[in-house]
């Protein structure tokens, strides 16, 4: 079975499915559980400028450290037990690197199979990378509506 979980967590009603859905996962293995968030990069505007506000990196940071306590703490009134990760980056490439650098046996990821965004990103690059650079098992938790 599963030795290590990581969550990557983003607060969204998907990610909240795939938090019920790693306690279980985790409870059931007894696994030691991860839980990440992810700070995106701002937009390729700034960066093709060689400008980066400082605030709007503070800002991403702050409201992704948010998301990683709200998710922990979530964890933690379900009688689950988690240890947080906060990354800065591309989502992809942070979920792989913490996967690896943590040796996990599997990735838990939420997806919505109704909402356009969502759509938009597992079709894109963020779902289909994850899958093809994974260096581990990745289960999907669906949203369901």
Known sequence: ??????????????????????GEVASLSKAETHLLAVAGMPSSMFLTEGFLPE?????????????LDEGI??????????????????PVEEISRLASALKVD???VGHSQKTSIASRWWRGSV???????SPCSVLIALART
């Open 106 to 108: 599997l990735i838990i």
């Open 55 to 67: 605030e709007l990196m503070e800002d991403e940071k702050k409201r992704a450290q948010e998301v």
């Open 73 to 90: 703490a979530q964890l933690k009134s379900n009688g689950y037990q988690a240890t947080g990760h906060l990354a800065v980056g591309e």
């Open 127 to 133: 779902g289909k990378t994850l899958l093809d650079i």
């Open 1 to 22: 079975m599963f030795q290590k979980i990581l969550l990557a967590y983003n607060g969204s009603r998907e990610g909240k499915a795939a938090l019920l859905s790693c």
